[in-house]
Nanobody
Framework: QVQLVESGGGLVQAGGSLRLSCAASRRTFSIINMGWFRQAPGKGREFVAAIRWSGGSTYYADSVKGRFTISRANAKVYLQMNSLKPEDTAVYYC?????????????????WGQGTQVTVSS
């Protein structure tokens, strides 16, 4: 099955930037879409952004539109996060889907990474 490994999290001040990376391996030919989700303490998993593995189409949550950019190069997916806010603090997860629809529904994603912590201080 697909294996996903995230990196790039850390502590940053409000207004700063971070870039998360997600390396995909094993059976990557089965991936149709990739997504980033996040989960803050005491909250459910929230959609952040998604991209077609083949490139082109992207999809963003309203809360990050204009600040975050998802991209793909080779077997990696990136999340460039600019103008970070304290409310962006969460564990960020990379996910892969073999479904046809580019979706924000976490239940449609089949494979998940272990997560990387992003903390934004005010």
């Amino acid at each position: 099955q697909v294996q996903l490994v995230e990196s790039g999290g850390g502590l940053v001040q409000a207004g700063g930037s971070l870039r998360l990376s997600c390396a995909a391996s094993r059976r990557t030919f089965s991936i149709i879409n990739m997504g980033w989700f996040r989960q803050a303490p005491g909250k459910g998993r929230e959609f952040v952004a998604a991209i077609r593995w083949s490139g082109g189409s992207t999809y963003y949550a309203d809360s990050v539109k204009g600040r975050f950019t998802i991209s793909r190069a080779n077997a990696k997916v990136y999340l460039q996060m600019n103008s970070l806010k304290p409310e962006d603090t969460a564990v960020y997860y990379c996910a892969a889907s073999d479904g046809v629809v580019l979706t924000s529904n976490p239940e449609q994603f089949d494979y998940w990474g272990q997560g990387t912590q992003v903390t934004v201080s005010s």
